[in-house]
């Protein structure tokens, strides 16, 4: 693999993520256009993208929830990318990036199958706050940088 690690400032970029978002996710999941991409899906919301020989294969956006704390989403790695530690590059990725922004609180809501990936990262799940989607159902969690 010839791994590039892109901040997707521009549109073109960005569209690398949503690429991989419709492979990744709403293809497996069955998940129409309507709910893969939502209201945060806008100019101010910052994406991470991951290229193989510049074929977009993961992603991840975050966006700012207030001056302190932003909310991370839609991480997606292709599936025969899967297993070779990408989603973590993402995340690293997107934690320096925020860090380097001023962000304090980094929120987001997992899928219970995958908590434990976000917990080896440093996240605790608040189980008391369990968000009920139109796809997946999830547990809040968090983590102060």
């Given at each position: 693999m010839n791994i590039k690690i892109l901040r997707?400032?521009?549109?073109?970029?960005?569209?690398?993520?949503?690429?991989?978002?419709?492979?990744?996710?709403?293809?497996q999941h069955h998940i129409s256009l309507r709910d893969e991409f939502d209201e945060h899906d806008n100019a101010d919301t910052k994406y991470i993208v991951l290229l193989d020989d510049e074929y977009p294969i993961a992603t991840?956006?975050?966006y700012e929830l207030d001056n302190s704390s932003v909310m991370i989403g839609r991480l997606v790695v292709l599936p025969e990318y899967r297993g070779y530690k990408l989603g973590l590059k993402v995340m690293q990725e997107a934690e320096e990036w925020i860090k380097e922004a001023g962000y304090k609180k980094l929120v987001l809501e997992s899928r219970e199958e995958v908590i434990g990936f976000y917990e080896k990262l440093g996240y605790t799940a608040d189980?008391?706050?369990?968000?009920?989607g139109v796809?997946?159902?999830c547990v809040y969690m968090e983590k102060l940088i």
């Open positions: 997707a400032t521009e549109l073109w970029q960005q569209t690398g993520a949503y690429s991989v978002r419709i492979q990744g996710m709403g293809r991840c956006r975050w189980y008391n706050r369990r968000i009920h796809t997946f159902d």
